[in-house]
C-alpha cells in the first residue's frame, strides 16, 4: 500500500514540475 502512495506522489510532483 505505501509503495502505491510513494508513486503517487512522485506522479504529483511530475505534474507540479511541469
Known amino acids: 500500500?505505501?509503495?502505491v502512495?510513494?508513486?503517487a506522489v512522485a506522479?504529483?510532483?511530475v505534474q507540479n514540475a511541469k
Open 1 to 3: 500500500l505505501l509503495d
Open 5 to 7: 502512495l510513494s508513486k
Open 11 to 13: 506522479v504529483v510532483m
